[in-house]
Every structure is written in C-alpha cells, then in structure tokens.
Nanobody, 124 residues
C-alpha cells in the first residue's frame, strides 16, 4: 500500500510558475514509476508527465514539453513537477500516481495508487 499526498497547488497568473510535490509513504518508493495526471472540468484525465522507476526515463505530454519538468528524490520519497510559463489551459486538478511497471504507460490503468489531487488555477 502506498499513500500519496500532493501539495503545492494554488492560483497564479499566466507566465508564472508553481512546483507540485507528492510525498509517498512506505519504503518502496524507488520501485514505482511515478506520474502526474491532470483533469480539467469536462475533460478526461490525462498524463502530463511521468518518470520511470528503472532508469529515470521521462515522458511529457506535447502540451507541456519545454515548460514542465518532473523529477524524483528517492531518499525523500517525493516526486516533483516544476511548472513554468503556465497558461490558463493548464488549469486543472493535478493528481500524483504510482505504478509498478518498469516502463511508462500513459493510461490511468497502469497506475495503482493515486493522491487526492491539488488544484492549479492559472488566470490570464
């Protein structure tokens, strides 16, 4: 069992930055591929970024490439999402997720544990 707790969401103007954190319980954090999903009102939940458990490979959705950076600190059982140059279309609830696969999958079903979500609101 893994408990994930996100923090760092909030409101920011377009062009601003936020850093989301996701703290995981347990001693096996390094064995999980970690992902950040987001869900905007009326839209499906989508994978924004992920980092694999095995070699640190990363994935980014096209919409955030060059603006968002995912990283992990296995010693702190924490994964981060640095979000720069934020746009109003980045407004969503952001969820941290953990999956046992060694490779990155973009589908929700590949992730076994989910956080409660944190709201990010970007105003124009």
């Amino acid at each position: 069992q893994v408990l994930l707790v996100e923090s760092g969401g909030g409101s920011v103007q377009a062009g601003g930055s936020l850093r989301l954190s996701c703290a995981a319980s347990g001693r096996t954090f390094s064995s999980y591929t970690m992902g950040w999903f987001r869900q905007a009102p009326g839209k499906e939940r989508e994978l924004v970024a992920a980092i694999s458990r095995s070699n640190g490979n990363t994935y980014y959705a096209d919409s955030v490439k060059g603006r968002f950076t995912i990283s992990r600190d296995n010693a702190k059982n924490t994964v981060y999402l640095q979000m720069n140059s934020l746009k109003p279309e980045d407004t969503a609830v952001y969820y941290c997720a953990a999956g046992s696969s060694r490779v990155i999958f973009t589908t929700q079903g590949a992730y076994d544990y989910w956080g409660q979500g944190t709201q990010v609101t970007v105003s124009s």
